[in-house]
């Protein structure tokens, strides 16, 4: 079945960077876009950015542009996300998350996500 | 980009509709048909409800629908089950290639 699994928690002091793995299983990685979420506590769903499993291109949100880093590793099926420059207010739970695409087509959607990492900044 | 309005709370009793609203722009709910709407238990990851404006995935009921008038999309829960209650989320394509999430809603089933 189609899966993604992410990294392990972790605990970052300010001003380190964090670097979480999602894996994926089931489906042919390099036919899909991976999107990546966080969520504060007690905050909403906020989007980060994304990738093209297939060929490399990657667009991220202006809030994270100069900070977030996104790859992938098509011998291994997973993206990566890192973060740097943590602060105590990146303090969440990130979410990967594969976008359906299909004949060309982006649905902008996330149909499958990963169990979500969560990274205490202290 | 500003995030999506939507209502904090909603709510109803087993067996009734609720309607969840989602507020953006001409630069992404009004613009395009690509509106999606997520639930979201806590502690579990984001669930998938519906895609594209109003297309429900496999597996999920049909109680669950969407739809779209302008900048304003909405999902509409009927016949209310206790499990629906949760957090709901819309997100949108938004102009550049980014996306956009709704502040949350808050679904209490009484």
């Known amino acids: 079945q189609v899966q993604l699994v992410q990294s392990g928690a972790e605990v970052k002091q300010p001003g380190a960077s964090v670097k979480i793995s999602c894996k994926a299983s089931g489906y042919t990685f390099t036919g899909y876009f991976m999107q990546w979420v966080r969520q504060a506590p007690g905050q909403s769903l906020e989007w980060m950015g994304w990738?093209?499993?297939?060929?490399?291109?990657?667009e991220n949100s202006e809030k994270f542009q100069d900070r977030v880093t996104i790859t992938r590793d098509t011998s291994a099926s997973a993206t990566y996300m890192e973060l740097s420059g943590l602060t105590s207010e990146d303090t969440a739970v990130y979410y990967c998350?594969?976008?359906?695409?299909?004949?060309?087509?982006?649905?902008?959607?996330?149909?499958?996500w990963g169990q979500g990492t969560t990274v205490i900044v202290s | 980009q500003s995030a999506l309005t939507q209502p904090p709370s909603a709510s109803g009793s087993p067996g009734q509709s609720v309607t969840i609203s989602c507020t953006g722009t001409s630069s992404d709910v009004g613009g395009y048909n690509y509106v999606s709407w997520y639930q979201h238990h806590p502690g579990k990851a984001p669930k998938l409800m519906i895609s594209e404006v109003n297309k429900r995935p496999s597996g999920v009921p049909d109680r669950f629908s969407g739809s779209k008038s302008g900048n304003t999309a909405s999902l509409t829960v009927s016949g209310l089950q206790a499990e629906d209650e949760a957090d709901y989320y819309c997100s949108s394509y938004a102009v550049s290639n980014i996306v956009v999430f709704g502040g949350g809603t808050k679904l209490t089933v009484l």
């Open positions: 990738i093209n499993a297939g060929n490399d291109i990657t």
């Open positions: 998350a594969r976008e359906w695409y299909s004949s060309g087509r982006r649905a902008w959607n996330m149909d499958v």
